[in-house]
Nanobody, 121 residues
Framework: QVQVVASGGGLVQAGGSLTLSCAAS????????AAWYRQAPSKERELVAV???????NYADSVKGRFTVSVDNSLNTAYLQMTSLKPEDTAVYYC???????????????WGQGTQVTVSS
């Protein structure tokens, strides 16, 4: 069974930086797609960034130039580097990882538990 654990959220002042991590475990062979979503209070969950093997990452317009998504397959971990944070970036951030597992033909598509990011003005 695949487990995905997100971490790295916290409280930061506007203009600051945070890096979120999303680690998968459970016989992971490779991560093919890593996506980060966020959900602010009273708003729908939105896609922030996504990266797929062999393709350039895609970002929401609101975070382009400030956020960077990456994957370290040696650690089975995806990251979201966030810089120049704004109060409107405040939300619970969720990661979604898709990939392959050893000793099975079944891939996986799993979510992390969410990590709170709060940006103060």
């Amino acid at each position: 069974q695949v487990q995905v654990v997100a971490s790295g959220g916290g409280l930061v002042q506007a203009g600051g930086s945070l890096t979120l991590s999303c680690a998968a475990s459970g016989g992971i062979q490779s991560l093919n797609t890593a996506a980060w979503y966020r959900q602010a209070p009273s708003k729908e969950r939105e896609l922030v960034a996504v990266t797929t093997s062999g393709d350039a990452p895609n970002y929401a317009d609101s975070v382009k130039g400030r956020f960077t998504v990456s994957v370290d397959n040696s650690l089975n971990t995806a990251y979201l580097q966030m810089t120049s944070l704004k109060p409107e970036d405040t939300a619970v951030y969720y990661c979604n990882l898709q990939g392959t597992r050893w000793m099975t033909t079944h891939g996986f598509n799993s979510w992390g538990q969410g990590t709170q990011v709060t940006v103060s003005s």
